[in-house]
């Protein structure tokens, strides 16, 4: 059985950013148009009136400042209230795909081998953009790498899940070098009109490279990777092929991303907390030792409680990276985000962790410790 390393990672920022004012002026507007234009039905009790927000409430309530995005024109026209991205011909790549290419560039050049090295490419997301064919076959065409190439979604936790297939790839000698890929357009399922959540998510790809360990130069050996699912409706998507043979039509609420957050926060942190220590014990790793966690970033009070019963204290500034409050959550890229942004500083030997969790419920954690 062969060792995966950690070689290189990737970034890439969409080039607008949408600040919690800016949201908020939109939404607050959306509010005002439709209480005015329901004001009968209102005051008769039909329908219920909405509830302006600010930016004071979305900061508290998740610790989120700013996000990126792909298109910020329509996000913030309350006529609109959505990315607006026209759709490519077949002859143009993708926008994800274009996305996730430019991260993995960015991982390669970081690599600094050719591509003729790696054997497999993972697009690991929380939203395929079609069934078929493959993004991660197009991202492969698109790099000029052979071997095998497919997509895997398991929501926001698709990164770690993609972290130990390339892994086991790599320990069966099935290829030498993986490229798993996030790109994540999450403001597209995004309902901008609903108060509790229009704030959650933005944009960003992200890209890992993993190699096999006698073949890799530097980085971070993969000392033990988990995954963990159970079923549990309180984070959904019900966007799908079926919808247009519904006869209810395509428009159902549930159709984006919908939620109950207390219900996740009280059921994930404990869950997940639970199978960090239980995966630290059985490969012998103290999880309070820990140089860094790089956490899932869909929540700050979430990351916060999860931190504290990992590392058994208050972490210190930096230890549990927060990268949320100028990405938001970006779903299965956050995790790669935090691990991208913050850790130059290890000295080898040191330890950490990249935990995802989400829909699914899902979760998957991934020690790594600096060669």
């Not at 077949?90 to 994800?96: A, E, F, G, K, P």
């Not at 960090?276 to 700050?300: C, F, M, S, Y």
Request: proline fraction near 4%; include cysteine; charge should be negative.
């Amino acid at each position: 059985m062969h060792k995966a390393v950690i070689v290189a990672t990737g970034l890439f920022t969409p080039p607008f950013s949408v600040s919690n004012t800016e949201l908020v002026e939109a939404f607050n507007t959306y509010v005002e148009r439709f209480n005015a234009a329901n004001a009968e039905a209102i005051a008769a009790g039909e329908v219920t009136a909405l509830a302006p927000s600010s930016p004071e409430f979305i900061e508290k309530a998740s610790g989120i400042k700013a996000r990126y995005v792909m298109n910020k024109t329509g996000i913030v026209d309350p006529q609109v209230m959505r990315p607006i991205l026209p759709e490519r011909p077949n002859d143009q790549i993708s926008i994800l795909a274009e996305m996730a290419v430019e991260a993995a560039r960015q991982a390669i050049e970081r690599w600094g081998k050719p591509v003729s090295e790696i054997g497999a490419v993972i697009c690991a997301a929380s939203n395929m953009q079609r069934a078929y064919p493959a993004m991660a076959i197009e991202v492969q065409q698109a790099l000029g790498i052979e071997g095998f190439a497919f997509d895997m979604n398991v929501a926001c936790s698709s990164a770690t899940f993609g972290i130990k297939t390339a892994a086991d790839f790599i320990a069966t000698g099935s290829a030498k070098a993986v490229l798993m890929v996030n790109p994540e357009i999450c403001s597209g399922h995004l309902n901008f009109t609903d108060r509790d959540s229009h704030f959650i998510f933005g944009d960003v790809a992200t890209a890992v490279i993993l190699e096999e360990e006698s073949q890799a130069k530097d980085g971070w050996e993969v000392l033990g990777t988990r995954l963990k699912t159970e079923f549990s409706n309180n984070i959904r998507n019900n966007f799908g092929f079926l919808n247009r043979t519904a006869p209810e039509g395509e428009g159902a609420r549930d159709k984006l991303f919908v939620q109950e957050g207390r219900k996740v926060f009280r059921e994930v942190v404990p869950m997940v907390s639970q199978m960090i220590a239980e995966h630290a014990a059985d490969i012998g790793v103290d999880p309070t030792a820990l140089k860094r966690l790089w956490l899932h970033q869909a929540n700050i009070n979430m990351n916060e409680m999860i931190g504290r019963k990992v590392l058994g204290r208050d972490p210190e500034p930096g230890e549990n990276v927060i990268i949320l409050d100028t990405y938001a959550n970006t779903s299965s890229a956050g995790s790669i985000i935090a691990f991208h942004s913050a850790n130059d500083d290890f000295a080898a030997g040191e330890t950490g962790l990249i935990c995802s969790f989400g829909a699914g419920y899902s979760a998957g954690t991934v020690f790594v410790r600096k060669r």
